[in-house]
Every structure is written in structure tokens, then in C-alpha cells.
């Protein structure tokens, strides 16, 4: 009955490999975004997806390629990893309701490149 | 983009009424102010949404003062549980259809003491 599921939860990696990172929601929401959490806790948004249409795509490198196979999902490709993308990164989804902020997070995946 | 401002840390005792405020002096008319609460290996959850005077839900309280240049969250007899880090956000107007983004500052760590 998870809401909001990421797997996997842990990915450690090495420099130079590239991952994915995949995400679902079951709440019907029309909206989906990824965001980064590094070690001083601050949380970034990354991209958001609107029935699978990129709608914000904020200042991350060309490395990350978020993937929207349906409007339930949406996936994140990271190309040749690098030591500074260890952090933890959260897929969340929110309702297509105007005024309202409600996101619903998943339990995050806890990226480690070595 | 209104930026917050938010005490790092407070602690609290067991049964106490916490408040904690959080400033953000540049909202725009038609910002909302949305406050969510992270456990830690968890993703943020909603916790309580508001434009105006006062709102209450199960959860907590928010007050906003007239002038909506600060907000503040309240938490009735707060118990161990309630240990998290509480973030204040003040969100960016829609794109249209209710897309949401929203900028999470460092937050406030809560520590409830037995």
C-alpha cells in the first residue's frame, strides 16, 4: 500500500558508473519530482514531471536524465557518477490542485559513489 | 523566490507546547505557507498548509500574523515521536494546474527530551 516507492534504497557505486534510480506512485497524481539531499540536509528540487511532460528543470547537470515511462512513474539515469552526487534523493508525486503544496515523498534512495 | 528564515535547533521537554517560527518577509500575494516534518532515513510528510489567520488539523497549529511575514507552527504536547527536522516553506506561485515548486531551506531540528 506504499504510496510513494523507490528502489533501491541503498546504491553504492563507484566514479564513473552509471545508475538508476526508479520511482512509483499509486496516488492517481498527475505530478512527480526528484530531489537531492546532501550531507548538510539541505533539500534541492531537481526536476518536476507533469503527466510525463518535464516542467521544471532546475540547474543539475546534464548527467541526470529524469525518464517518465507513464504518468506513475518516473525514473532517474545518472551517467558517469561522480564522489559529489553521494547524497540521498527523494522521488515525490503531489495532486494537480492549485494552492496546494502537498507532496507526497517517498523513503528516498541513499546514493554512495566511491 | 521568498526565502525562509528558521531557528537551526530547539529543544523541548516531554508535554510541552513547542512553537516554532519562521520568517519569510518577501512572500508574494499569493504565496501559501506549507510546513512538513522529516524523521530521519524517512522522506518529508505534509504536515499542515496556510494562508491566512490560523489553521489546525489533527497534527498542529499554524498562526500567521496579518502582515504573513512570519508564520508559526505549533505542536500541542509534543512526546518523543515528535523528534524531527521541521521545515517551513513558502511556495512559488503555480505554472498553472497546480504545478508546485517548492524550495526546502535547512529547516528546524527538534528534539523532545524525556
Known amino acids: 500500500d506504499t504510496a510513494v516507492s523507490q528502489t533501491p534504497k541503498y546504491l553504492v557505486t563507484q566514479m564513473g558508473n552509471d545508475k538508476s534510480i526508479k520511482c512509483e506512485q499509486n496516488l492517481g497524481h498527475d505530478t512527480m519530482y526528484w530531489y537531492k539531499q546532501d550531507s548538510k540536509k539541505f533539500l534541492k528540487i531537481m526536476f518536476s514531471?507533469?503527466?510525463?511532460?518535464?516542467?521544471i528543470n532546475e540547474t543539475v547537470p546534464n548527467r541526470f536524465s529524469p525518464k517518465s515511462p507513464d504518468k506513475a512513474h518516473l525514473n532517474l539515469h545518472i551517467n558517469s557518477l561522480e564522489l559529489g552526487d553521494s547524497a540521498v534523493y527523494f522521488c515525490a508525486s503531489s495532486p494537480q490542485t492549485e494552492r496546494s503544496y502537498e507532496q507526497y515523498f517517498g523513503p528516498g534512495t541513499r546514493l554512495t559513489v566511491t | 523566490l521568498a526565502k525562509t528564515t528558521q531557528p537551526i535547533s530547539m529543544d523541548s521537554y516531554e508535554g510541552q507546547e513547542v512553537n516554532i517560527t519562521c520568517s519569510h518577509n518577501?512572500?508574494?500575494?499569493?504565496?501559501?505557507i506549507t510546513w512538513y516534518q522529516q524523521f530521519p532515513s524517512q522522506g518529508p510528510r505534509f504536515i499542515i498548509q496556510?494562508?491566512?489567520t490560523k489553521v489546525t488539523n489533527e497534527v498542529a497549529s499554524l498562526f500567521i500574523p496579518a502582515d504573513r511575514k512570519s508564520s508559526t507552527l505549533s505542536l500541542p504536547r509534543v512526546s518523543l515521536s515528535d523528534t524531527a527536522v521541521y521545515y517551513c516553506l513558502v511556495g512559488e506561485e503555480g505554472l498553472g494546474g497546480g504545478y508546485q515548486k517548492v524550495t526546502f531551506g535547512i529547516g528546524t531540528k527538534l528534539q523532545v527530551i524525556p
Open positions: 518577501n512572500i508574494a500575494t499569493n504565496d501559501y
Open positions: 496556510g494562508y491566512k
Open positions: 514531471y507533469n503527466n510525463k511532460e518535464l516542467i
